[in-house]
Each structure stands twice: as C-alpha cells, then as structure tokens.
C-alpha cells in the first residue's frame, strides 16, 4: 500500500468507529420493523422508515468495505418496498446484515 493508501484507510477505520452508533441505530429500526411484520402489525410509517434505513446502509457501508453488507441492505431495501414484506425474509435478511457488518457481535 502506498502512503496516500495508508492514510485513507486510517481516515476510513476512524469514521467507521463514529458511524457505527447510527448503523445500530438503523439496524434497530429494522429489527422494530421484522418484528412488527412477525406480529402482522407493519405499519406504513415503520415500514417506509426501516426501507430509508436500508437504502442509506446500502448507500454507506460499501464504502467502509462491507460489500456484502451493502447488497444485503439493497435485498432490505427492496422488500421493505412492497406493501407487505415476508416476514420470514425479513429476518432472514436482517439477521445476515448484522453478521456482514459486525461479524464478531
């Protein structure tokens, strides 16, 4: 790695600390919104919020390096865009967002 490699990805790693608080933040608005649809009581509001928490992960994580954590949030993204979202998949896919991006949690 060069030395201008070097200091991006320290740059990178310290933004990664800070954002990590609003990636759980998000990742909690999707964990209320399986819930919710294991229950049956999706509503709208939750449902499009946790759909614009997925497409800003998508958005974001690939840029620390979590590819696979930004097409899973894209998979999130595009079921929570439907007016009623397989709960099952839901948690499926949610649940294999975590592991992408906090594998160790």
């Known amino acids: 790695m060069t030395d201008a490699q070097d200091k991006t990805a320290a740059l990178l790693a ?3 600390v800070k954002i990590q608080p609003l990636v759980e933040q998000r ?3 999707l964990d209320q ?14 449902r499009k919020q946790a759909a614009g928490d997925a497409h800003k992960l998508a958005g974001s994580l690939g840029m620390y390096g979590y590819d696979e954590g930004t097409r899973i949030a894209r ?15 839901l948690s499926v896919l949610i649940a294999e967002l975590r592991a992408a991006v906090f594998p160790k949690a």
């Open 14 to 16: 310290k933004l990664w």
């Open 27 to 29: 990742l909690a608005t």
């Open 33 to 46: 919104a399986a819930a919710a649809a294991v229950a049956g009581n999706l509503s709208e509001d939750l």
């Open 75 to 89: 998979d999130l993204e595009v079921l929570l865009g439907g007016a009623n979202p397989s709960p099952e998949r």
